[in-house]
């Protein structure tokens, strides 16, 4: 048994937290795919190319079940982003499956997250969200994540309005 001793059910020490692999990306397009209900291919194939440049600029890990991918977060470290001197790193993508959810699984991605960047000196991590999802807006805030004093406007291009 494990969890809260109900058999069947997952707790953390039923996890495997490590860096994700090249190997990887067919699971982390297909978990990004379930969560978020579009398929973000291009991305997540830049972020790799990406990575595989430059590792030091990006920090991926992914929690294993059973030796199958349960969950995913990637990070990439910027510098000098808005005027900016500081290193920080950015959480560009995070996905737990939902069979998985509710088990610390997505703490200890973060946790991980946490524990390399400051091995790297890195004090901050900000992320970018859709306000509507509210239960990853509830999750971030429990992982001590704050609204940043700082907004991120958008506009459409393709028709703007004229002052």
Known sequence: MSGNGKPG?????????GPLAAGDLEAVIAIDRR??????????????????REPDRFVYVGARSAGVL?????????????GRQARLAALDAFGVEAAHQHHGVGHMLLDEIDAILAHKGIEQLTTQIDWADQDLVRFLAMCGFA???????????HTPDRL
Not at 9 to 16: G, H, I, L, T, V
Not at 147 to 157: F, I, K, M, N, Y
Request: aromatic share 10%.
């Open 9 to 17: 059910e997952s707790s953390p020490r039923d996890y495997a937290i």
């Open 35 to 52: 969560l978020s209900g579009t398929v973000r291919r291009g991305f997540f194939e830049r972020r790799l190319a990406a990575a595989l």
């Open 70 to 82: 349960a969950g995913f977060a990637l990070a990439r470290l910027t510098e000098g982003e808005f």
């Open 147 to 157: 609204v940043s004093p700082r907004l991120v406007l958008a506009r459409d291009t």
